[in-house]
């Protein structure tokens, strides 16, 4: 008799810089997140797809929760809470390497309702800084009902302990038709990748000097050479007119550098040749824009 194939949504939460994204792409084997040194990279409720014998997972990887009143962190953290409530399965990543603190104990208590449906992921284990007692000491007084076997110590980045961990999602997982067809690994759209990658080539450059002031619009896109060829023209927004120069570079250096890196992962990503024409421009106090805030962070 052939098994009852399981599919669920896991959203991924935890504080900013924990690893989630590295985690959702060590799953999927692809990369759906983009991954910056700068905290709360992740603006948007990124979904990655695992298809296996036993069913389909896809994971939620959902902004760092982080305390703030400030609106854009406002609405990361709304992001973050409607992926907790659309899901069947929460998984909680902490970070072995950070104590922790006010702020992973104001997740701790927003993930207590969904302690029946919580498997908790401890990474960064291989890290020098790695505390993993001072961790499970912090899980059993928040999650004292927690079982043992819905712990796991983990290193996403050098892809250990994440097998057990997937074992125990798909067992835990309701019986189900899967949500996407099989040979997918996200559902975003062209579009939207292209913005997170270019995005991502920027902040790793420039994180120091503005790591949050900056996102990536899609002016236009056009299929050419009968759809063998993909154009793109894009804009990265800065907050202010004095840091588009960071931007651009002396001799337009910087532009440069993030049009080539976007280029070559964007060209390893999809069949099209690419042709990408990037600029700068400013949009002033754009984190202060509902509109622009919408936008940018509803899009996914």
């Given at each position: 008799?052939?098994?009852?194939r399981?599919a669920?949504f896991v959203?991924?939460?935890?504080?900013p810089?924990?690893?989630?994204?590295?985690?959702?792409?060590?799953f999927?084997?692809?990369k759906?997140?983009i991954v910056s040194?700068a905290?709360q990279t992740?603006?948007?409720?990124?979904?990655?797809?695992v298809?296996?014998e036993e069913?389909q997972l896809?994971?939620?990887?959902?902004?760092?929760?982080?305390?703030?009143?400030k609106?854009?962190?406002?609405?990361?953290?709304?992001?973050s809470?409607?992926s907790v409530?659309?899901s069947?399965?929460?998984l909680y990543?902490?970070?072995?390497?950070r104590?922790?603190?006010?702020e992973e104990?104001k997740?701790a208590?927003?993930l207590?309702g969904?302690?029946?449906?919580?498997?908790v992921?401890i990474?960064k284990?291989?890290?020098?800084?790695?505390d993993?007692?001072?961790?499970?000491?912090?899980?059993?007084r928040?999650?004292?009902?927690?079982s043992?076997d819905r712990?796991f110590?983990i290193?996403?980045?050098?892809n250990?302990g994440l097998?057990p961990?997937?074992?125990?999602?798909f067992?835990?997982?309701?019986?189900?038709?899967?949500f996407y067809?099989?040979e997918?690994?996200?559902d975003q759209?062209?579009?939207?990748?292209?913005?997170?990658?270019i995005?991502?080539?920027a902040m790793?450059r420039?994180?120091?000097?503005?790591?949050?002031?900056?996102y990536v619009d899609?002016?236009?896109?056009?299929l050419?050479?009968?759809?063998a060829?993909l154009w793109?023209?894009a804009f990265i927004?800065?907050?202010?007119?004095?840091?588009?120069?960071?931007i651009?570079?002396?001799?337009?250096?910087m532009i440069?550098?993030?049009r080539?890196a976007a280029?070559?992962?964007?060209?390893?990503?999809?069949d099209w040749?690419?042709e990408?024409d990037l600029r700068?421009?400013?949009?002033p106090?754009?984190r202060h824009?509902?509109?622009v805030?919408?936008r940018i962070?509803d899009?996914a």
């Amino acid at each position: 008799m052939e098994k009852a194939r399981k599919a669920a949504f896991v959203a991924v939460v935890g504080r900013p810089s924990v690893g989630k994204s590295t985690l959702v792409n060590r799953f999927c084997g692809e990369k759906v997140a983009i991954v910056s040194a700068a905290p709360q990279t992740t603006r948007n409720a990124i979904r990655g797809i695992v298809n296996r014998e036993e069913g389909q997972l896809v994971f939620v990887d959902t902004p760092g929760r982080h305390i703030s009143d400030k609106k854009l962190n406002r609405k990361l953290r709304e992001v973050s809470d409607r992926s907790v409530a659309d899901s069947e399965l929460v998984l909680y990543v902490l970070d072995a390497s950070r104590a922790p603190a006010e702020e992973e104990e104001k997740i701790a208590r927003d993930l207590a309702g969904s302690s029946k449906n919580l498997v908790v992921a401890i990474n960064k284990m291989d890290s020098p800084e790695a505390d993993c007692a001072k961790t499970e000491e912090f899980l059993k007084r928040f999650f004292p009902n927690l079982s043992e076997d819905r712990r796991f110590k983990i290193s996403a980045l050098k892809n250990d302990g994440l097998e057990p961990l997937l074992t125990t999602l798909f067992a835990m997982s309701p019986e189900g038709e899967a949500f996407y067809p099989e040979e997918c690994y996200t559902d975003q759209d062209v579009k939207f990748r292209i913005a997170e990658i270019i995005r991502e080539k920027a902040m790793n450059r420039l994180w120091d000097e503005l790591p949050h002031a900056i996102y990536v619009d899609i002016a236009d896109m056009e299929l050419k050479e009968n759809g063998a060829k993909l154009w793109v023209r894009a804009f990265i927004i800065a907050e202010r007119e004095s840091q588009k120069g960071m931007i651009v570079g002396k001799g337009g250096e910087m532009i440069r550098s993030i049009r080539l890196a976007a280029l070559k992962e964007m060209k390893r990503i999809f069949d099209w040749k690419i042709e990408l024409d990037l600029r700068v421009k400013a949009s002033p106090d754009w984190r202060h824009n509902d509109g622009v805030l919408s936008r940018i962070i509803d899009q996914a």
